[in-house]
Protein backbone atom coordinates (compact mmCIF):
# COMPACT_ATOMS: atom_id res chain seq x y z
CA UNK A 1 0.00 0.00 0.00
CA UNK A 2 1.62 3.48 -1.07
CA UNK A 3 0.21 7.10 0.31
CA UNK A 4 0.25 9.48 -2.53
CA UNK A 5 0.05 13.00 -1.69
CA UNK A 6 -2.86 15.25 -3.18
CA UNK A 7 -1.74 18.91 -3.82
CA UNK A 8 1.50 20.49 -1.87
CA UNK A 9 1.65 17.56 0.85
CA UNK A 10 4.50 15.63 1.94
CA UNK A 11 4.54 12.11 2.95
CA UNK A 12 6.99 11.91 6.45
CA UNK A 13 8.60 9.14 8.47
CA UNK A 14 9.15 10.86 11.84
CA UNK A 15 12.49 9.99 13.43
CA UNK A 16 11.70 9.33 16.43
CA UNK A 17 15.10 7.78 17.68
CA UNK A 18 16.47 11.49 17.57
CA UNK A 19 16.71 12.53 20.82
CA UNK A 20 18.35 9.43 21.86
CA UNK A 21 21.62 9.05 18.76
CA UNK A 22 24.42 10.75 18.56
CA UNK A 23 23.48 12.67 15.79
CA UNK A 24 23.70 15.94 17.59
CA UNK A 25 20.11 16.89 17.42
CA UNK A 26 18.88 17.16 20.96
CA UNK A 27 14.74 17.53 20.80
CA UNK A 28 13.98 16.67 25.03
CA UNK A 29 10.44 15.31 25.21
CA UNK A 30 9.91 17.54 28.06
CA UNK A 31 9.79 20.71 25.52
CA UNK A 32 5.82 20.50 23.66
CA UNK A 33 6.65 23.13 20.88
CA UNK A 34 9.89 21.57 19.38
CA UNK A 35 9.64 20.66 16.34
CA UNK A 36 10.74 17.00 14.86
CA UNK A 37 12.55 15.29 12.43
CA UNK A 38 11.83 12.74 10.26
CA UNK A 39 12.40 11.63 6.33
CA UNK A 40 10.17 12.75 3.56
CA UNK A 41 8.82 9.74 1.84
CA UNK A 42 6.80 11.09 -0.84
CA UNK A 43 5.63 14.41 -2.53
CA UNK A 44 2.53 15.41 -4.21
CA UNK A 45 2.33 17.07 -7.00
CA UNK A 46 2.62 20.73 -6.02
CA UNK A 47 -0.49 22.06 -7.07
CA UNK A 48 -1.98 23.95 -4.24
CA UNK A 49 -5.96 24.15 -3.86
CA UNK A 50 -6.51 26.45 -6.56
CA UNK A 51 -4.78 24.81 -9.29
CA UNK A 52 -1.63 27.12 -9.47
CA UNK A 53 1.82 24.99 -9.45
CA UNK A 54 3.74 26.22 -6.17
CA UNK A 55 6.49 23.61 -6.62
CA UNK A 56 8.12 21.29 -4.43
CA UNK A 57 10.90 22.48 -2.25
CA UNK A 58 11.82 19.14 -0.82
CA UNK A 59 12.66 15.69 -2.09
CA UNK A 60 12.36 12.50 -1.37
CA UNK A 61 14.70 10.93 0.93
CA UNK A 62 15.03 14.89 2.53
CA UNK A 63 15.69 14.99 6.47
CA UNK A 64 13.03 17.56 7.42
CA UNK A 65 11.88 19.50 10.20
CA UNK A 66 8.25 19.97 10.76
CA UNK A 67 5.77 21.30 13.43
CA UNK A 68 4.74 18.27 15.63
CA UNK A 69 1.05 18.98 15.25
CA UNK A 70 0.46 19.58 11.67
CA UNK A 71 -0.86 17.46 9.60
CA UNK A 72 -2.57 13.93 9.89
CA UNK A 73 -1.00 10.51 11.25
CA UNK A 74 -1.70 7.04 9.10
CA UNK A 75 -0.33 3.59 10.00
CA UNK A 76 0.11 1.33 7.13
CA UNK A 77 2.11 -1.70 7.85
CA UNK A 78 2.84 -1.30 11.51
CA UNK A 79 4.88 2.04 10.22
CA UNK A 80 3.16 5.53 11.54
CA UNK A 81 3.33 8.10 8.98
CA UNK A 82 2.13 11.51 8.77
CA UNK A 83 0.78 13.58 5.58
CA UNK A 84 1.52 16.91 6.24
CA UNK A 85 1.34 20.36 4.16
CA UNK A 86 4.85 21.39 2.83
CA UNK A 87 4.15 24.75 4.26
CA UNK A 88 4.50 22.90 7.71
CA UNK A 89 8.16 22.18 6.71
CA UNK A 90 10.51 24.10 8.81
CA UNK A 91 13.91 23.53 7.26
CA UNK A 92 15.92 20.59 5.62
CA UNK A 93 18.69 19.42 7.80
CA UNK A 94 21.88 18.80 6.20
CA UNK A 95 24.51 16.33 7.31
CA UNK A 96 27.98 18.70 7.25
CA UNK B 1 -30.88 8.11 -6.10
CA UNK B 2 -27.71 9.92 -7.26
CA UNK B 3 -25.53 12.38 -5.90
CA UNK B 4 -24.07 14.87 -8.43
CA UNK B 5 -21.54 16.71 -5.95
CA UNK B 6 -20.96 20.70 -6.78
CA UNK B 7 -18.28 22.52 -7.06
CA UNK B 8 -15.06 21.02 -6.48
CA UNK B 9 -16.97 18.50 -3.67
CA UNK B 10 -16.34 14.86 -3.93
CA UNK B 11 -18.54 11.91 -2.99
CA UNK B 12 -16.88 9.35 -0.47
CA UNK B 13 -18.24 5.72 0.51
CA UNK B 14 -16.04 5.31 3.71
CA UNK B 15 -14.37 2.18 4.44
CA UNK B 16 -15.31 1.26 7.91
CA UNK B 17 -13.67 -2.61 7.54
CA UNK B 18 -10.21 -0.40 7.22
CA UNK B 19 -9.21 -1.26 10.70
CA UNK B 20 -10.33 -4.83 10.54
CA UNK B 21 -9.07 -5.81 7.48
CA UNK B 22 -5.22 -7.48 6.40
CA UNK B 23 -5.11 -4.55 4.03
CA UNK B 24 -1.90 -3.49 5.99
CA UNK B 25 -4.04 0.04 6.95
CA UNK B 26 -4.90 0.23 10.52
CA UNK B 27 -7.11 3.34 12.06
CA UNK B 28 -7.34 2.36 15.72
CA UNK B 29 -10.12 3.83 16.54
CA UNK B 30 -8.91 4.91 19.89
CA UNK B 31 -7.67 7.81 18.07
CA UNK B 32 -9.73 10.19 17.28
CA UNK B 33 -7.30 12.34 15.20
CA UNK B 34 -6.51 9.80 12.38
CA UNK B 35 -7.86 10.55 9.20
CA UNK B 36 -10.53 7.57 7.38
CA UNK B 37 -10.07 5.95 4.14
CA UNK B 38 -12.72 5.38 1.56
CA UNK B 39 -13.67 5.19 -2.18
CA UNK B 40 -14.77 8.12 -4.45
CA UNK B 41 -18.04 7.80 -5.81
CA UNK B 42 -18.66 10.96 -7.60
CA UNK B 43 -16.63 13.86 -8.81
CA UNK B 44 -17.82 17.46 -9.32
CA UNK B 45 -16.95 20.04 -11.83
CA UNK B 46 -13.95 21.39 -10.35
CA UNK B 47 -15.58 24.61 -10.66
CA UNK B 48 -14.58 26.98 -7.34
CA UNK B 49 -17.26 28.77 -5.77
CA UNK B 50 -15.55 31.69 -7.81
CA UNK B 51 -16.29 29.79 -10.93
CA UNK B 52 -13.01 29.14 -11.59
CA UNK B 53 -11.69 25.96 -12.82
CA UNK B 54 -9.53 24.33 -10.23
CA UNK B 55 -9.04 20.82 -11.69
CA UNK B 56 -10.03 17.85 -9.99
CA UNK B 57 -7.22 15.71 -8.41
CA UNK B 58 -9.03 12.37 -7.54
CA UNK B 59 -11.04 10.41 -9.76
CA UNK B 60 -14.04 7.73 -9.14
CA UNK B 61 -13.00 4.52 -7.82
CA UNK B 62 -10.00 5.79 -6.45
CA UNK B 63 -8.81 5.08 -2.70
CA UNK B 64 -8.82 8.06 -0.76
CA UNK B 65 -7.73 9.26 3.19
CA UNK B 66 -9.69 12.31 4.27
CA UNK B 67 -10.54 14.52 7.29
CA UNK B 68 -12.89 12.46 9.68
CA UNK B 69 -14.47 15.27 10.54
CA UNK B 70 -14.92 17.15 7.08
CA UNK B 71 -18.04 16.99 4.75
CA UNK B 72 -21.59 16.19 5.24
CA UNK B 73 -23.18 12.77 6.16
CA UNK B 74 -26.20 11.54 3.55
CA UNK B 75 -27.82 8.08 4.00
CA UNK B 76 -29.25 6.95 0.28
CA UNK B 77 -30.33 3.45 0.33
CA UNK B 78 -28.93 2.38 3.53
CA UNK B 79 -25.69 3.17 2.48
CA UNK B 80 -23.96 5.88 4.51
CA UNK B 81 -22.07 8.69 2.01
CA UNK B 82 -19.70 11.75 3.07
CA UNK B 83 -19.79 14.60 0.61
CA UNK B 84 -16.69 16.91 1.20
CA UNK B 85 -14.31 19.47 -0.77
CA UNK B 86 -11.23 18.28 -2.38
CA UNK B 87 -9.57 20.06 -0.57
CA UNK B 88 -10.45 17.74 2.83
CA UNK B 89 -9.04 14.62 0.76
CA UNK B 90 -5.38 14.16 2.10
CA UNK B 91 -3.66 11.55 -0.56
CA UNK B 92 -4.18 8.37 -2.69
CA UNK B 93 -3.98 5.43 -1.43
CA UNK B 94 -2.47 3.16 -3.89
CA UNK B 95 -2.19 -0.91 -3.75
CA UNK B 96 1.82 -1.59 -4.37
CA UNK C 1 -45.39 37.37 -2.66
CA UNK C 2 -42.06 36.41 -4.43
CA UNK C 3 -38.71 36.53 -3.35
CA UNK C 4 -36.35 37.14 -5.88
CA UNK C 5 -32.93 36.20 -3.96
CA UNK C 6 -29.92 39.06 -4.48
CA UNK C 7 -26.15 37.81 -5.60
CA UNK C 8 -25.37 34.01 -5.69
CA UNK C 9 -28.42 32.99 -3.47
CA UNK C 10 -30.52 30.49 -4.40
CA UNK C 11 -34.45 29.94 -2.39
CA UNK C 12 -35.32 26.01 -1.25
CA UNK C 13 -38.51 24.89 0.00
CA UNK C 14 -37.15 21.93 2.85
CA UNK C 15 -38.42 18.38 1.85
CA UNK C 16 -39.27 17.92 5.37
CA UNK C 17 -41.20 14.24 4.85
CA UNK C 18 -37.90 12.94 3.23
CA UNK C 19 -37.27 11.06 6.03
CA UNK C 20 -40.32 9.32 6.03
CA UNK C 21 -40.86 8.20 2.31
CA UNK C 22 -39.32 5.26 0.12
CA UNK C 23 -37.25 7.64 -1.59
CA UNK C 24 -34.33 5.80 -0.64
CA UNK C 25 -33.04 8.47 1.13
CA UNK C 26 -33.27 8.95 5.37
CA UNK C 27 -32.40 11.43 7.13
CA UNK C 28 -32.78 10.26 11.02
CA UNK C 29 -34.10 13.08 13.05
CA UNK C 30 -31.64 11.97 15.91
CA UNK C 31 -28.54 13.46 13.98
CA UNK C 32 -28.41 17.25 14.25
CA UNK C 33 -25.39 17.12 11.67
CA UNK C 34 -26.50 15.60 8.90
CA UNK C 35 -27.58 17.88 5.65
CA UNK C 36 -31.31 18.40 4.50
CA UNK C 37 -32.56 18.32 0.89
CA UNK C 38 -35.27 20.86 -0.58
CA UNK C 39 -36.18 21.97 -3.74
CA UNK C 40 -34.52 24.79 -5.56
CA UNK C 41 -37.34 27.29 -6.11
CA UNK C 42 -35.68 30.51 -7.52
CA UNK C 43 -31.97 31.35 -7.82
CA UNK C 44 -30.33 34.87 -7.96
CA UNK C 45 -28.37 36.90 -10.61
CA UNK C 46 -25.12 34.60 -10.26
CA UNK C 47 -22.78 38.00 -9.33
CA UNK C 48 -21.30 37.83 -6.20
CA UNK C 49 -20.97 40.84 -4.11
CA UNK C 50 -17.76 42.17 -5.76
CA UNK C 51 -19.60 42.25 -8.53
CA UNK C 52 -17.99 39.13 -10.48
CA UNK C 53 -20.96 36.48 -12.18
CA UNK C 54 -19.76 33.09 -10.56
CA UNK C 55 -22.62 31.59 -12.56
CA UNK C 56 -25.30 29.57 -10.59
CA UNK C 57 -24.85 26.36 -10.79
CA UNK C 58 -28.16 24.80 -9.86
CA UNK C 59 -31.62 25.23 -11.86
CA UNK C 60 -35.09 26.04 -10.71
CA UNK C 61 -37.06 22.48 -9.74
CA UNK C 62 -33.47 20.78 -8.99
CA UNK C 63 -33.65 18.75 -5.86
CA UNK C 64 -30.58 20.00 -3.56
CA UNK C 65 -29.04 18.45 -0.60
CA UNK C 66 -27.61 21.95 1.45
CA UNK C 67 -26.38 22.19 4.94
CA UNK C 68 -28.76 22.71 7.63
CA UNK C 69 -27.70 25.60 9.44
CA UNK C 70 -26.88 27.89 6.91
CA UNK C 71 -29.14 30.69 5.55
CA UNK C 72 -32.43 32.51 6.97
CA UNK C 73 -35.82 31.14 6.93
CA UNK C 74 -38.50 33.67 5.97
CA UNK C 75 -42.72 32.13 5.51
CA UNK C 76 -44.57 33.14 2.76
CA UNK C 77 -48.24 32.00 2.49
CA UNK C 78 -48.07 29.43 5.27
CA UNK C 79 -45.03 28.02 3.10
CA UNK C 80 -41.63 28.16 5.07
CA UNK C 81 -38.73 28.68 2.74
CA UNK C 82 -34.83 29.02 2.95
CA UNK C 83 -32.59 31.35 1.35
CA UNK C 84 -28.90 30.57 0.97
CA UNK C 85 -26.10 30.99 -0.54
CA UNK C 86 -24.85 28.73 -3.75
CA UNK C 87 -22.08 27.87 -2.03
CA UNK C 88 -23.80 26.22 1.37
CA UNK C 89 -25.72 23.92 -1.38
CA UNK C 90 -23.42 20.46 -1.53
CA UNK C 91 -25.25 18.33 -4.11
CA UNK C 92 -27.86 18.00 -6.39
CA UNK C 93 -30.12 14.88 -6.33
CA UNK C 94 -31.24 13.36 -9.01
CA UNK C 95 -33.05 10.18 -9.71
CA UNK C 96 -31.74 7.24 -11.10
CA UNK D 1 -32.09 65.61 7.61
CA UNK D 2 -31.44 63.19 4.68
CA UNK D 3 -29.13 60.38 5.59
CA UNK D 4 -26.57 59.45 1.86
CA UNK D 5 -25.34 56.06 3.07
CA UNK D 6 -21.42 55.34 1.94
CA UNK D 7 -20.01 52.92 -0.16
CA UNK D 8 -21.89 49.83 -0.64
CA UNK D 9 -24.56 51.06 2.10
CA UNK D 10 -28.17 51.12 1.97
CA UNK D 11 -31.51 52.64 4.32
CA UNK D 12 -34.08 50.46 5.04
CA UNK D 13 -37.10 51.55 7.10
CA UNK D 14 -38.37 48.33 8.67
CA UNK D 15 -41.64 47.15 8.28
CA UNK D 16 -42.18 46.35 11.89
CA UNK D 17 -45.87 45.69 11.42
CA UNK D 18 -44.95 42.82 9.00
CA UNK D 19 -45.81 40.20 11.38
CA UNK D 20 -49.49 40.90 11.88
CA UNK D 21 -50.86 42.05 8.68
CA UNK D 22 -52.67 39.59 5.51
CA UNK D 23 -49.38 40.26 3.27
CA UNK D 24 -48.45 36.90 3.62
CA UNK D 25 -45.43 36.93 4.91
CA UNK D 26 -45.37 36.45 8.53
CA UNK D 27 -42.54 36.38 10.72
CA UNK D 28 -43.26 35.56 14.48
CA UNK D 29 -41.39 37.14 17.26
CA UNK D 30 -40.65 33.66 19.01
CA UNK D 31 -37.79 33.14 16.16
CA UNK D 32 -35.29 35.35 16.62
CA UNK D 33 -33.13 34.52 13.82
CA UNK D 34 -35.74 35.11 11.09
CA UNK D 35 -34.77 37.86 8.47
CA UNK D 36 -37.10 41.11 8.50
CA UNK D 37 -38.77 42.93 6.27
CA UNK D 38 -38.35 46.32 5.16
CA UNK D 39 -38.17 49.53 2.54
CA UNK D 40 -34.95 50.59 0.92
CA UNK D 41 -35.26 54.46 1.39
CA UNK D 42 -31.56 55.50 0.48
CA UNK D 43 -28.64 53.69 -1.69
CA UNK D 44 -25.22 54.27 -1.47
CA UNK D 45 -22.28 54.85 -4.52
CA UNK D 46 -21.85 51.10 -4.95
CA UNK D 47 -17.72 52.16 -4.32
CA UNK D 48 -16.54 49.69 -2.25
CA UNK D 49 -13.84 50.54 0.71
CA UNK D 50 -11.09 49.58 -2.27
CA UNK D 51 -12.89 51.95 -4.85
CA UNK D 52 -14.14 49.13 -6.96
CA UNK D 53 -17.55 49.75 -8.24
CA UNK D 54 -19.77 46.81 -7.21
CA UNK D 55 -23.20 47.87 -8.52
CA UNK D 56 -26.51 48.25 -6.53
CA UNK D 57 -28.37 45.51 -7.11
CA UNK D 58 -31.67 47.01 -5.17
CA UNK D 59 -32.94 50.41 -5.93
CA UNK D 60 -34.98 52.85 -3.62
CA UNK D 61 -38.43 51.60 -2.90
CA UNK D 62 -37.55 48.00 -2.79
CA UNK D 63 -39.21 45.84 -0.15
CA UNK D 64 -35.81 43.96 1.10
CA UNK D 65 -35.40 40.88 3.36
CA UNK D 66 -32.10 41.90 5.50
CA UNK D 67 -30.84 40.07 8.67
CA UNK D 68 -32.02 40.91 11.60
CA UNK D 69 -28.12 42.08 13.06
CA UNK D 70 -26.85 43.70 10.31
CA UNK D 71 -26.26 47.42 10.25
CA UNK D 72 -26.33 50.52 12.60
CA UNK D 73 -29.76 52.25 13.86
CA UNK D 74 -30.53 55.87 13.55
CA UNK D 75 -33.66 57.59 14.99
CA UNK D 76 -34.42 60.36 12.54
CA UNK D 77 -37.41 62.93 13.06
CA UNK D 78 -39.03 60.05 15.48
CA UNK D 79 -38.29 57.24 12.62
CA UNK D 80 -36.07 54.03 13.12
CA UNK D 81 -33.84 53.86 10.53
CA UNK D 82 -31.25 50.74 9.16
CA UNK D 83 -28.18 51.39 7.36
CA UNK D 84 -26.41 48.05 6.59
CA UNK D 85 -24.03 47.09 3.56
CA UNK D 86 -26.06 46.06 0.68
CA UNK D 87 -24.38 42.28 1.15
CA UNK D 88 -26.80 42.07 4.26
CA UNK D 89 -29.67 42.23 2.36
CA UNK D 90 -30.82 38.69 1.31
CA UNK D 91 -33.77 39.01 -1.43
CA UNK D 92 -35.91 41.57 -2.91
CA UNK D 93 -39.82 40.72 -2.48
CA UNK D 94 -42.25 41.21 -5.28
CA UNK D 95 -45.98 41.61 -5.24
CA UNK D 96 -47.04 38.74 -7.25
CA UNK E 1 -1.62 72.01 16.84
CA UNK E 2 -3.04 70.27 14.20
CA UNK E 3 -4.03 66.47 13.08
CA UNK E 4 -3.08 64.83 9.57
CA UNK E 5 -4.89 61.70 9.46
CA UNK E 6 -2.69 59.02 7.57
CA UNK E 7 -3.92 56.69 4.68
CA UNK E 8 -7.76 56.46 4.65
CA UNK E 9 -8.66 57.80 7.99
CA UNK E 10 -10.91 60.67 9.22
CA UNK E 11 -10.59 63.28 12.17
CA UNK E 12 -14.13 63.90 13.52
CA UNK E 13 -15.06 66.34 16.18
CA UNK E 14 -18.31 63.82 17.97
CA UNK E 15 -21.31 66.12 18.28
CA UNK E 16 -22.23 65.28 21.60
CA UNK E 17 -25.23 67.62 22.26
CA UNK E 18 -26.82 65.48 19.19
CA UNK E 19 -29.49 63.65 21.39
CA UNK E 20 -30.74 66.82 23.18
CA UNK E 21 -30.95 69.12 20.17
CA UNK E 22 -33.86 69.74 18.26
CA UNK E 23 -32.29 68.64 14.81
CA UNK E 24 -34.43 65.74 14.51
CA UNK E 25 -31.91 63.10 15.04
CA UNK E 26 -32.22 61.15 18.38
CA UNK E 27 -29.75 59.22 19.95
CA UNK E 28 -30.54 58.01 23.32
CA UNK E 29 -27.90 56.94 25.50
CA UNK E 30 -29.54 53.80 26.62
CA UNK E 31 -28.63 52.01 23.66
CA UNK E 32 -25.15 51.36 23.50
CA UNK E 33 -25.04 49.89 19.68
CA UNK E 34 -26.20 53.41 18.05
CA UNK E 35 -24.17 55.13 16.04
CA UNK E 36 -23.00 58.80 16.68
CA UNK E 37 -22.41 61.96 14.78
CA UNK E 38 -19.83 63.97 14.45
CA UNK E 39 -18.06 66.81 11.80
CA UNK E 40 -15.53 65.68 9.64
CA UNK E 41 -12.58 68.31 10.40
CA UNK E 42 -9.46 66.56 8.18
CA UNK E 43 -9.40 63.75 5.70
CA UNK E 44 -5.87 61.83 4.99
CA UNK E 45 -4.04 61.19 1.22
CA UNK E 46 -6.73 57.98 0.08
CA UNK E 47 -3.98 56.01 -0.16
CA UNK E 48 -4.74 52.56 1.92
CA UNK E 49 -2.06 50.56 3.81
CA UNK E 50 -0.76 48.77 0.36
CA UNK E 51 -0.60 51.91 -1.72
CA UNK E 52 -3.37 52.10 -3.30
CA UNK E 53 -5.72 54.91 -4.18
CA UNK E 54 -8.88 54.36 -2.96
CA UNK E 55 -10.24 58.17 -2.41
CA UNK E 56 -11.96 59.53 -0.08
CA UNK E 57 -15.65 59.69 0.26
CA UNK E 58 -16.26 62.08 2.37
CA UNK E 59 -14.44 66.24 2.95
CA UNK E 60 -14.09 68.42 5.65
CA UNK E 61 -16.85 69.90 6.85
CA UNK E 62 -19.49 66.66 6.12
CA UNK E 63 -21.66 65.62 9.00
CA UNK E 64 -21.00 61.70 8.97
CA UNK E 65 -22.45 58.61 10.83
CA UNK E 66 -19.94 56.79 12.33
CA UNK E 67 -19.67 53.24 14.57
CA UNK E 68 -19.28 54.43 18.43
CA UNK E 69 -16.45 51.86 19.01
CA UNK E 70 -14.39 52.49 15.86
CA UNK E 71 -11.09 54.57 16.21
CA UNK E 72 -9.09 56.29 18.39
CA UNK E 73 -9.97 58.94 20.89
CA UNK E 74 -7.09 62.23 20.80
CA UNK E 75 -7.75 65.30 23.08
CA UNK E 76 -5.97 68.73 21.69
CA UNK E 77 -6.88 72.48 23.02
CA UNK E 78 -9.83 70.38 25.61
CA UNK E 79 -11.06 69.25 22.25
CA UNK E 80 -11.89 65.59 22.15
CA UNK E 81 -11.45 64.08 18.75
CA UNK E 82 -11.67 60.71 17.18
CA UNK E 83 -9.47 59.55 14.36
CA UNK E 84 -11.18 56.55 12.40
CA UNK E 85 -11.16 54.87 8.77
CA UNK E 86 -12.81 55.86 6.64
CA UNK E 87 -14.74 52.55 6.13
CA UNK E 88 -16.17 53.27 9.51
CA UNK E 89 -18.05 56.16 8.26
CA UNK E 90 -21.75 54.39 7.78
CA UNK E 91 -23.72 57.57 6.21
CA UNK E 92 -23.34 61.30 5.27
CA UNK E 93 -26.11 63.28 7.27
CA UNK E 94 -27.19 66.19 5.08
CA UNK E 95 -30.14 69.02 5.80
CA UNK E 96 -32.77 69.20 3.85
CA UNK F 1 23.87 51.12 18.09
CA UNK F 2 21.48 51.87 15.71
CA UNK F 3 18.15 50.13 14.81
CA UNK F 4 17.05 49.62 11.30
CA UNK F 5 13.36 48.68 10.73
CA UNK F 6 12.78 46.05 8.88
CA UNK F 7 9.78 45.83 5.85
CA UNK F 8 7.24 49.09 6.08
CA UNK F 9 8.42 49.59 10.03
CA UNK F 10 9.20 52.77 11.92
CA UNK F 11 11.17 53.32 15.06
CA UNK F 12 9.44 55.88 17.39
CA UNK F 13 10.67 57.83 21.06
CA UNK F 14 7.28 57.98 22.67
CA UNK F 15 6.93 61.17 24.15
CA UNK F 16 6.56 60.41 27.74
CA UNK F 17 6.00 64.17 28.82
CA UNK F 18 3.15 65.00 26.50
CA UNK F 19 0.60 64.59 28.99
CA UNK F 20 2.33 66.96 31.43
CA UNK F 21 3.23 69.60 28.69
CA UNK F 22 1.03 72.88 27.82
CA UNK F 23 1.52 71.50 24.02
CA UNK F 24 -2.28 71.40 23.87
CA UNK F 25 -2.67 67.27 24.12
CA UNK F 26 -3.45 66.01 26.61
CA UNK F 27 -3.62 62.05 27.12
CA UNK F 28 -4.50 61.17 30.41
CA UNK F 29 -3.36 58.32 32.22
CA UNK F 30 -6.86 57.28 32.94
CA UNK F 31 -7.80 56.16 29.90
CA UNK F 32 -6.20 53.33 28.78
CA UNK F 33 -7.56 52.92 25.03
CA UNK F 34 -5.96 56.62 24.47
CA UNK F 35 -3.10 57.00 21.44
CA UNK F 36 0.34 58.12 22.42
CA UNK F 37 2.21 60.67 21.10
CA UNK F 38 5.86 60.15 19.71
CA UNK F 39 9.23 61.11 17.52
CA UNK F 40 9.99 58.75 14.24
CA UNK F 41 13.87 57.99 15.01
CA UNK F 42 13.78 55.35 11.90
CA UNK F 43 12.29 54.48 9.09
CA UNK F 44 12.19 50.88 6.84
CA UNK F 45 11.98 50.48 2.73
CA UNK F 46 8.74 50.53 2.97
CA UNK F 47 8.72 47.20 1.00
CA UNK F 48 6.26 45.06 2.83
CA UNK F 49 6.68 41.58 3.36
CA UNK F 50 5.28 40.52 -0.39
CA UNK F 51 7.96 42.14 -1.71
CA UNK F 52 5.70 45.07 -2.84
CA UNK F 53 6.37 48.73 -2.40
CA UNK F 54 4.42 50.47 -0.30
CA UNK F 55 6.08 53.78 0.30
CA UNK F 56 6.84 55.18 3.79
CA UNK F 57 4.10 58.10 4.38
CA UNK F 58 6.24 59.33 7.18
CA UNK F 59 9.65 60.98 7.91
CA UNK F 60 12.38 60.80 10.35
CA UNK F 61 11.25 63.56 12.78
CA UNK F 62 7.48 63.44 12.16
CA UNK F 63 5.66 63.92 15.18
CA UNK F 64 3.04 60.67 15.24
CA UNK F 65 0.01 59.38 17.20
CA UNK F 66 0.42 55.71 17.02
CA UNK F 67 -1.61 52.57 18.65
CA UNK F 68 0.05 52.20 22.42
CA UNK F 69 -0.30 48.20 21.93
CA UNK F 70 1.16 48.14 18.85
CA UNK F 71 5.13 47.15 18.18
CA UNK F 72 7.52 46.03 20.19
CA UNK F 73 9.51 47.96 22.47
CA UNK F 74 13.13 47.61 22.51
CA UNK F 75 15.88 49.74 25.06
CA UNK F 76 19.14 51.13 24.11
CA UNK F 77 21.70 53.21 26.08
CA UNK F 78 18.99 53.93 28.38
CA UNK F 79 16.19 55.33 25.94
CA UNK F 80 13.18 53.22 25.43
CA UNK F 81 11.89 52.90 21.44
CA UNK F 82 9.02 51.30 19.75
CA UNK F 83 9.46 49.39 16.78
CA UNK F 84 5.97 49.24 14.71
CA UNK F 85 4.49 48.86 11.81
CA UNK F 86 3.02 51.83 9.69
CA UNK F 87 0.06 50.98 9.45
CA UNK F 88 -0.41 51.14 13.13
CA UNK F 89 0.09 55.35 12.87
CA UNK F 90 -3.06 57.07 13.01
CA UNK F 91 -2.25 60.77 12.13
CA UNK F 92 1.20 63.31 12.23
CA UNK F 93 1.09 65.88 14.28
CA UNK F 94 1.43 69.07 13.38
CA UNK F 95 2.47 72.58 15.10
CA UNK F 96 -0.25 75.14 13.36
CA UNK G 1 24.54 19.14 11.05
CA UNK G 2 22.96 22.50 9.00
CA UNK G 3 19.93 23.41 9.03
CA UNK G 4 18.62 25.22 5.89
CA UNK G 5 15.29 27.06 6.20
CA UNK G 6 12.60 26.72 4.13
CA UNK G 7 11.12 29.66 2.38
CA UNK G 8 10.88 33.04 3.38
CA UNK G 9 12.67 31.52 7.13
CA UNK G 10 15.79 32.70 8.70
CA UNK G 11 18.09 31.10 11.24
CA UNK G 12 18.54 32.47 14.60
CA UNK G 13 21.01 32.14 17.17
CA UNK G 14 19.84 33.88 19.94
CA UNK G 15 22.11 36.61 21.70
CA UNK G 16 21.06 35.49 25.67
CA UNK G 17 24.15 37.58 27.14
CA UNK G 18 22.70 40.73 25.65
CA UNK G 19 20.54 41.31 29.15
CA UNK G 20 24.31 41.64 30.79
CA UNK G 21 26.92 43.42 28.03
CA UNK G 22 27.90 46.68 27.89
CA UNK G 23 26.37 47.23 24.05
CA UNK G 24 23.83 49.75 25.36
CA UNK G 25 21.13 47.13 24.63
CA UNK G 26 19.25 46.13 27.96
CA UNK G 27 16.37 43.45 27.50
CA UNK G 28 15.33 42.58 31.13
CA UNK G 29 13.83 39.47 32.07
CA UNK G 30 11.24 41.20 33.99
CA UNK G 31 9.23 42.40 30.05
CA UNK G 32 7.66 38.88 28.83
CA UNK G 33 6.63 41.42 26.33
CA UNK G 34 10.49 42.67 24.96
CA UNK G 35 11.85 41.28 21.43
CA UNK G 36 14.84 39.61 21.08
CA UNK G 37 18.55 40.03 19.64
CA UNK G 38 19.96 37.59 17.49
CA UNK G 39 22.48 36.37 14.87
CA UNK G 40 21.21 35.06 11.51
CA UNK G 41 23.22 32.18 10.41
CA UNK G 42 21.12 30.79 7.90
CA UNK G 43 18.55 32.22 4.99
CA UNK G 44 15.51 30.94 2.94
CA UNK G 45 15.57 30.69 -1.01
CA UNK G 46 13.17 33.49 -0.10
CA UNK G 47 10.10 32.07 -1.80
CA UNK G 48 6.80 32.17 -0.50
CA UNK G 49 4.70 29.36 -0.06
CA UNK G 50 2.84 30.41 -2.82
CA UNK G 51 6.38 30.10 -4.96
CA UNK G 52 6.91 33.90 -5.29
CA UNK G 53 9.80 35.45 -4.31
CA UNK G 54 9.72 37.54 -2.02
CA UNK G 55 13.32 38.71 -1.47
CA UNK G 56 15.28 38.25 1.42
CA UNK G 57 15.87 41.67 3.74
CA UNK G 58 18.56 40.54 6.05
CA UNK G 59 21.81 38.57 5.11
CA UNK G 60 24.03 35.81 7.19
CA UNK G 61 25.53 37.47 10.32
CA UNK G 62 23.29 40.61 10.58
CA UNK G 63 22.31 41.25 14.30
CA UNK G 64 18.51 41.19 14.13
CA UNK G 65 15.14 41.98 16.52
CA UNK G 66 12.87 39.32 16.38
CA UNK G 67 9.83 38.03 18.47
CA UNK G 68 10.26 36.36 21.13
CA UNK G 69 7.82 34.01 20.88
CA UNK G 70 7.92 33.67 16.95
CA UNK G 71 9.23 30.55 15.28
CA UNK G 72 10.23 26.87 16.02
CA UNK G 73 13.62 26.45 18.48
CA UNK G 74 15.94 23.00 17.55
CA UNK G 75 18.79 22.29 19.41
CA UNK G 76 22.13 21.25 17.33
CA UNK G 77 25.17 19.93 18.72
CA UNK G 78 24.23 21.45 21.87
CA UNK G 79 23.44 25.15 20.45
CA UNK G 80 20.34 26.19 20.50
CA UNK G 81 18.77 27.91 17.69
CA UNK G 82 15.70 29.44 16.27
CA UNK G 83 14.00 29.29 12.71
CA UNK G 84 11.67 31.27 12.31
CA UNK G 85 9.82 33.43 9.09
CA UNK G 86 11.37 36.70 7.89
CA UNK G 87 8.14 38.53 8.97
CA UNK G 88 8.58 37.78 12.36
CA UNK G 89 11.89 39.88 12.31
CA UNK G 90 11.31 43.61 13.33
CA UNK G 91 14.68 45.35 13.04
CA UNK G 92 18.17 45.14 12.31
CA UNK G 93 20.83 46.14 14.52
CA UNK G 94 24.10 48.24 13.74
CA UNK G 95 26.67 48.94 15.35
CA UNK G 96 27.41 53.00 15.11
Request: proline fraction near 4%; glycine fraction near 8%; hydrophobic fraction near 40%.
Amino acid sequence: MKIIPLFDRVVIKPDTQTSKTKSGIVLPSTSQERPQIGIVTAIGSGLDIDANNVGMQVRVGDKVLFNKFAGSEVKIDDETLLVLRQVDLIAIMEEN
